[in-house]
């Protein structure tokens, strides 16, 4: 144990007006109301016992203890005084509040008085000296209502404070607060009444601000930092911008009114009446809410013994905040009795699910309630439908509506926007009785997103002469429907307005023009703008990251991904997107499995479609259905853009059944849904499956876009279905009116190469020559390709295949056509002069390569490489080489 007198300078000034004040404590608890104190008889007593016990001098431990169990001695109310381990903190703990090397274990003295059953829980915390006057004067009278609790924190008495080192008031109240959350768990409370007295009320009010979840009441009794009278201490208690007001109920008292003051608490802070306690739970939910922790704001819900529609708003406030409208419906289901404002987050939460089919049931349910008519659930309902692209619901709803302003005509305008109607967008802004800065904002969204970027300037421009100035949100479309254009001219003046109008300091805009300069392969411009910024966000440095991912520099994204300060979900997922785009699979796969090592890191849709192609890269099968069954778990299989992702993964790692079992559990499947599964078929030489699917696809009139297309020739190609082929092209062009690109070009081709059909392949290829002229490069390279097929015009191949090894000398396709082509005629000659010919120019041909998945790791065989080889790799060659072995010598015995 040590002296009060081993705490620093930061304690010293308290203490001092402790002293000052303690005279005057003690003399108000004396003259307390008959009602609050013992009977005279004790009052005897106490007088006798208070003067030694509370003189402020020097002295030891020993001499407090002593003089506290004279104290204890006079209260008639049974007690049980015990020692609170709050741990030992060895050196390397990570509890805050510790700040010594010392081990030594630490203690809270801590006496508990009987009390009726289930009477509510009173903390009381003295402060200095004369305080605990109070406290021992009043413990009889408040046992007779209440658990009594006292602790004495300070160091007095039974409790232990070694090596106290704090150097200032933050470290001092840390100290102090934590070593309190670090008793009350040890006890195992919550939901208490916390009484603090001089001191004490000081140590109480700044753990109900930190803590209000545990905190009925707050009760201040001649509280250091107060006027003994005063009657409006949330005003000191607001200083640091929190309101305890909106937490819980606070009371500021003299010790005159000390009795009163728990009666009062008694009444409302009871079990029988847990009013306090619910409007503190409900405060709570709402904190946490803020903070995006809905789990915590579910779990303070859960215990609460009852509900109002306060708390349930809350609790559906929370879940939208945390980025979960499924939740938030569940919870608004349950709703006894909803009103305008939990219709409104239900609508919220609708529209960020983006499912209308909820939304019209919400709607529904709305005209049922009578609580369609309030103009906030009017502006949701048409915000609802315009997040979910039903342009129609949402203007039949804004009509609906008996009162306008300004939200509404914005929410209807962004209906038409995202359902990407916007001559009718136009005519709506050109109505509008009144045009802000956002209607501005949302028709230059528009036009960006539909590529009109030409459109965008002439608004902007038709804006500034309004007389409104830009502001950051248009700064940020704007870049963005710039970076859609051939150059970046216009993205630079944009650049100069930013800077011009002191906007370019905001991160937002610094983003946008960090992806503006990425687009265009400008990283030097783009990592200036990154190192100019004074507040580096999230973003931020994932737009860095990305902009290296795209032009391949892969570890400088590592080197900038582990160097950002935070890491979000979309960090995480752009470096595991990157790498996978960029044919590291592999590393893909293992940054994804350290991902999921992190507590609070989930992965999103966005984040199993990425990772799922990089196992799709990597041939990765058991990767793959790893993931898949991950995303089951995770309530993501229900998403259509990790569905079509599971579909390429399983076709392209070979397991078609697996593909087309993902497909057929898809009920709302898009045109993505429908050609992956068709590529599926096709590369894995399912010809007739994919016409077949063709078909039921044109049944459930999905119209086919040019993949489709060109998935359905690659099929024909490789099958040799040359009519079904024919006709498909020609139906391409004549009844979707197509026009063939490359890519139709080369399929057809190599069709024809097939069939030995060479007049036909140079008719197509004469038909279409403005094609051929803009591509007249790999249009000769799948024609050069399909010469080396013998029954196709050789003397055509020899000419292409000359003319490619003349303007591409460097590149090995042109001599390795021209070789094949030379070899299947028979021409050795020939063939030798070509393969010298690239030993001339230094060309060499790139090797062939196989691999296998073996236990989950695949192994990949280069053609003619034999180094780095692991151990079962060279047993695998040595067992090769014995069996090429004894063919040779069976083969002699048998000529012999």
């Known amino acids: 144990m040590r002296r009060v007198a081993a705490a620093r300078t930061t304690t010293r000034r308290m203490a001092a007006e402790e002293m000052r004040r303690a ?43 002593a003089a506290e ?65 109070f406290f021992f004067r009043n413990f009889d009278a408040l046992a007779n209502r209440f658990r009594v609790i006292a602790i004495d924190q300070l160091g007095w008495g039974g409790s232990s404070r070694p090596d106290f080192t704090c150097k200032s008031t933050e470290e001092t109240e840390a100290w102090f607060i934590d070593s309190f959350e670090e008793w009350r768990k040890a006890k195992n409370l919550s939901n208490f009444i916390l009484l603090g007295h001089s001191f004490g009320g000081y140590v ?22 107060f006027s003994s009278e005063t009657e409006h201490s949330s005003e000191w208690l607001t200083k640091s911008g929190i309101n305890i007001a909106d937490r819980l109920p606070l009371m500021s008292l003299n010790p005159r009114a000390a009795g009163r003051a728990a009666a009062r608490a008694a009444e409302h802070g009871g079990r029988s009446r847990p009013f306090a306690g619910l409007t503190a739970a409900t405060s709570r939910i709402a904190s946490l809410g803020r903070t995006g922790d809905a789990a915590a704001a579910r779990a303070v819900f859960d215990a609460m013994p009852r509900h109002d529609i306060v708390a349930w708003n809350a609790m559906l406030t929370a879940y939208t905040r945390a980025g979960r409208p499924r939740d938030a419906l569940v919870l608004f289901a349950r709703t006894p009795k909803p009103d305008a404002f939990s219709a409104t987050a239900a609508l919220a939460a609708a529209g960020d699910l983006r499912c209308p089919t909820a939304g019209a049931q919400l709607h529904a349910r709305l005209l049922r309630l009578g609580l369609r008519a309030p103009l906030p659930v009017g502006n ?65 969204m528009g036009y960006s997103r539909s590529g009109n970027a030409n459109q965008c300037l002439m608004l902007f421009n038709k804006m500034r002469a309004s007389g409104l100035t830009c502001d950051d949100a248009t700064l940020c479309i704007l870049v963005d429907a710039y970076t859609q254009l051939p150059h970046p001219y216009t993205g630079f003046a944009i650049h100069k307005i930013a800077v011009q109008s002191g906007l370019g300091n905001i991160p937002q805009v610094s983003n946008s023009l960090i992806s503006l300069y990425t687009k265009f392969n400008l990283l030097d411009d783009a990592v200036r703008i990154f190192e100019s910024m004074e507040i580096r966000t ?41 790498l996978a785009k960029n044919g590291n699979a592999d590393e893909a796969l293992t940054l994804f499995v350290e991902m999921l090592a992190h507590e609070h890191i989930y992965p999103d849709d966005f984040t199993f479609g990425v990772v799922l192609h990089a196992c799709a890269t990597a041939a990765s099968l058991e990767s793959g259905k790893m993931i898949h069954s991950r995303v089951f778990h995770s309530g993501f299989a229900r998403y259509l853009y990790v569905t079509n992702s599971l579909i390429d993964m399983y076709a392209k790692c070979g397991d078609v059944g697996g593909a087309s079992n993902v497909f057929n559990g898809i009920i709302d499947k898009d045109l993505i849904s429908w050609n992956t599964m068709l590529f599926g078929f096709a590369i894995n030489g399912w010809a ?37 082929g024919n006709n498909i092209f020609e139906s391409m062009v004549s009844a979707y009116g197509i026009q063939p690109k490359l890519e139709h070009l080369a399929c057809v081709l190599d069709m024809y190469a097939r069939s030995g059909d060479a007049a036909k392949a140079i008719e197509m290829l004469n038909r279409h020559s403005e094609t051929v002229e803009m591509h007249g490069s790999d249009i000769n390279d799948a024609l050069l390709s399909a010469c080396s097929l013998e029954r196709l015009n050789v003397i055509l191949g020899r000419k292409i295949g000359d003319d490619k090894v003349a303007s591409r000398p460097a590149e090995d396709a042109g001599y390795v056509m021209l070789s094949n082509l030379f070899c299947t005629t028979g021409q050795w000659n020939e063939a030798e002069q070509v393969r010298g ?9 790139s090797p062939g390569c196989s691999w296998i998945e073996v236990k989950g790791a695949v192994k990949v065989f280069v053609s003619g490489a034999h180094q780095d080889l ?19 010598n069976t083969s002699m015995q048998c000529d012999l």
Not at 51 to 62: F, Q, V
Not at 109 to 131: Q, R
Not at 544 to 571: C, R, W, Y
Request: hydrophobic share 45%; net charge neutral.
């Open 870 to 888: 692991d151990r079962t790799a060279g047993s695998l060659c040595d067992l090769i080489r014995l069996l090429d072995g004894e063919l040779r």
């Open 23 to 65: 005279s005057a404590a003690t003399a108000a608890a004396a003259t307390a109301e008959a009602a609050a104190a013992p009977s005279a008889a004790a009052g005897s007593r106490w007088a006798r016992v208070w003067p030694p016990a509370l003189r402020w001098i020097p002295t030891s431990t020993d001499q407090i203890i």
């Open 204 to 225: 109480a009010a700044k753990y109900a601000l930190q803590h209000p979840e545990h905190v009925q009441h707050l009760i201040l009794v001649g509280p250091a930092g």
């Open 837 to 845: 010919a690239m030993a001339e120019h230094g060309v060499k041909k």
């Open 69 to 133: 169990k004279r104290l204890l001695s006079v209260v008639k109310t049974k007690y049980v005084q015990e020692r609170v381990n709050i741990g030992s903190a060895p050196p390397g703990s990570t509890v805050r509040w510790f700040r010594s090397s010392s081990d030594e274990p630490r203690f809270i003295n801590t006496v508990t008085f009987d009390s009726k059953e289930n009477a509510p829980t009173l903390v009381m915390v003295h402060g200095y000296a004369a305080s605990q006057g």
């Open 538 to 578: 999230i973003v931020s440095w994932t737009s860095l990251i990305d902009a290296h991912m795209k032009l391949g520099h892969t570890d400088k994204a590592a080197a900038l991904f582990q160097k950002a300060p935070e890491k979000n979900v979309i960090s995480w997922t752009a470096m595991i997107g990157g």
């Open 688 to 724: 007739n499956e994919t016409l077949l699917l063709y078909e039921s696809m044109k049944s459930h009139d999905v119209c086919p876009d040019e993949v489709t297309f060109a998935v359905l020739l690659t099929a024909c190609s490789h099958a040799g279905l040359l009519e079904q």
């Open 380 to 444: 949701a309902l048409v915000a609802m439908y315009a997040s979910c692209a039903r342009a129609d619901d949402a203007a039949r709803a804004f009509r609906e509506m008996c009162e306008r302003n300004v939200v509404s005509w914005c929410s209807l305008l962004h209906a038409y926007v995202s359902s990407g109607r916007m001559i009718l967008a136009h005519e709506l802004f050109d109505e509008m009785p009144t045009r802000s800065s956002v209607a501005w904002n949302t028709l230059l």
